[in-house]
Nanobody
Framework: VQLQASGGGLVQPGGSLRLSCAASGRTFSNYGMGWFRQAPGQERKFVATINWSGALTSYADSVKGRFTVSRDNAKNTVYLQMNSLKPEDTAVYYC?????????????????WGQGTQVTVSS
């Protein structure tokens, strides 16, 4: 399985970015997906998760109402739409794929990880 994250960059506070994560190697629609982030000097933390069909999602409190996770199973891709970005959202963002179809919050519940994409929120 390969997960390729993209879409990161430099954005001003209040701006938006959409991250994408393209998956290959097994049937994408069978698996829950998640987004995590890691800021410098900090542990990797949960951001958002989505179940196999896209019908169920969940978010960290810090991003609820600003970020939206979605997926297109026909394109084998999961997305993270990030609005109203804040400097504290600056981090490397990672996508991950579960071994089952449900969503999950914990890093240990994910089987495969992408390489990460840098998001920097700064004026």
């Amino acid at each position: 399985v390969q997960l390729q994250a993209s879409g990161g960059g430099l954005v001003q506070p209040g701006g938006s970015l959409r991250l994408s994560c393209a998956a290959s190697g097994r049937t994408f629609s069978n698996y829950g997906m998640g987004w995590f982030r890691q800021a410098p000097g900090q542990e990797r933390k949960f951001v958002a998760t989505i179940n196999w069909s896209g019908a169920l999602t969940s978010y960290a409190d810090s991003v609820k109402g600003r970020f939206t996770v979605s997926r297109d199973n026909a394109k084998n891709t999961v997305y993270l739409q990030m609005n109203s970005l804040k400097p504290e959202d600056t981090a490397v963002y990672y996508c991950a794929q579960r071994s089952g179809g449900a969503y999950a919050y914990g890093m240990t519940q994910y089987e495969y990880w992408g390489q990460g994409t840098q998001v920097t929120v700064s004026s």
